[in-house]
């Protein structure tokens, strides 16, 4: 009961338009959610982040929601560009000294 | 800062063979992770250390996969009996705590099986 899912798998949007990546966690203990973004053949690189005593953040183009009864957050890219492009993982974990539980990931194509 | 350091990038073994991949966690960071990337699972945990000691292991296939960290600037994941499937991507991450604190990534080994 453990489990982050993403969705979708993969995005395809158009240079100037959003884009959105929703994920859902099972564990109630889970307080921290943050987003990576992995370039290809790069690592995986924190990119926004949020706790759970907030319901959004924003920075930079990037807002993150967070919907603690439906156990549900996600990741939204505002007037996407070409370098918007990338794997996007989202992760869910615990204070309580557990690792970050990954979901399965996007894939975002952005295209002119 | 260079970052989490991880050799070697790329590695090649024979099925059956036994493979040895290293990370040199950031200085400073307490706790040190291991992950496998592939297209079908994303980033699967395998396990991880806090200030060198094991505290889950949970992910690890039991049988052939084997973790140590026998100082705090280094850990070692170990396969033996390399079969196909045990081909991804094997990252290592360091985090200056656990849970609730951004996780900084190595770039990697490609694990290659053949």
């Known amino acids: 009961g453990e489990q982050v899912e993403q969705l979708p798998s993969i995005l395809r949007v158009q240079e100037g338009s959003s884009a959105s990546i929703n994920c859902t966690y099972e564990?109630?203990?889970?307080?921290?959610f943050p987003w990576y973004k992995q370039e290809p053949g790069e690592n995986p690189k924190l990119i926004i982040d949020i706790r759970s005593n907030m319901e959004r953040k924003q920075t930079q183009g990037l807002i993150v929601l967070l919907d603690k009864k439906a156990k549900r957050f996600s990741l939204h890219i505002t007037d996407t560009q070409p370098g918007d492009s990338a794997m996007y993982f989202c992760a869910a974990s615990a204070n309580s000294g557990t690792y970050q539980r990954f979901g399965t990931g996007t894939k975002l194509q952005v295209v002119p | 800062n260079a970052g989490v350091i991880q050799t070697p990038r790329h590695k090649v073994t024979g099925k059956g063979q036994e493979a040895t991949l290293w990370c040199e966690p950031i200085s400073g960071h307490s706790a040190v992770f291991w992950y496998r990337q592939t297209i079908v699972q994303g980033l699967e945990f395998l396990t991880y250390f806090r200030n060198q000691a094991p505290i889950d292991d949970s992910g690890m296939p039991k049988e052939r996969f084997s973790a140590q960290m026998p100082n705090q600037s280094h850990s070692t994941l170990k396969i033996q009996s390399t079969q196909p499937q045990d081909s991804a991507v094997y990252l290592c991450a360091s985090s200056p705590g656990t849970g609730g604190t951004e996780v900084f990534f190595g770039k990697g080994t490609r694990l290659t099986v053949v």
């Open positions: 564990n109630s203990a889970s307080n921290y």
